[in-house]
């Protein structure tokens, strides 16, 4: 479990990522909106998202040659369980940003 929790949690630009999928598990993604939303490099993004598709936290999906567009691994076991606790704690998460701004 460890070395699953390093590869979704790598670095704090890919922990931004796993939580902007998390806010919206539903949606779906091509690199360059995922770097304007997140305030990330695309460099950075393409670099983050192979590990993350990887380990099938998030789903590829190619459109054409070019297009690649991504979505929140929603069938996949652990990323039930990742969303689950992500879900309870974010109320929790919530205040203390509050208490921090």
Excluded: C, W
Aim: no cysteine; proline share 3%; hydrophobic share 45%.
């Amino acid at each position: 479990m460890q070395k699953l929790l390093e590869k979704i949690f790598a670095s704090r630009a890919q922990t931004r990522v796993v939580q902007h999928f998390l806010d919206r598990p539903k949606e779906f993604f091509n690199l360059s909106r995922i770097a304007k939303e997140t305030g990330l490099a695309h460099s950075t993004i393409h670099r983050v998202m192979q590990p993350l598709v990887d380990i099938g936290f998030v789903k590829e999906i190619r459109v054409g040659q070019q297009i690649r567009l991504f979505i929140l691994e929603t069938e996949d076991a652990r990323s039930k369980v990742i969303a689950d606790f992500y879900r309870q704690i974010r109320p929790f998460l919530e205040e203390m940003h509050k208490v921090t701004s």
